[in-house]
């Protein structure tokens, strides 16, 4: 799904309530891979792709507190920093979220290659 371009970076991507609880959706926004989650009202979003396979499946992972837990190889992200649980296999980028008038609005990191 695409969203549309705000000014101040933010893209508008969904409203709160089309968001299921303790489950995951995928989205596209300005080319980048995002999976969004809801847990408890709160939401997050994070990049969808896996650091361990490069597995777009984030958004395919379950909740454990506030962790999303890869559905491919158990690999646990905390969904407010992005880092693993346990170990040091990677990281996803945590994305800057707003609610504005029950409307969620997320800020992509955008990934430079340096060559």
């Known amino acids: 799904m695409n969203s549309k371009h705000q000014d101040n970076g933010y893209y508008k991507v969904c ?16 080319d980048v891979d995002i999976a969004l989650f809801k847990i408890d009202g709160e939401v997050f979003a994070v990049n969808n792709v896996c650091p361990h396979q490069h597995a777009a499946i984030i958004y395919d992972g379950f909740i454990e ?12 992200f905390n ?37």
């Open 65 to 76: 507190d506030k962790h999303i837990v890869c559905p491919s190889h158990g690999w646990m």
């Open 15 to 30: 409203k709160v309530k089309d968001l299921p609880e303790k489950s995951g959706r995928r989205f596209f926004i300005d």
């Open 79 to 115: 969904l407010e920093t992005g880092k693993m649980k346990l170990g040091n296999g990677g990281c996803l980028d945590v994305h800057k979220i707003k609610v504005e008038d029950g409307e969620v609005f997320v800020k992509p990191v955008k990934k430079e290659l340096k060559w």
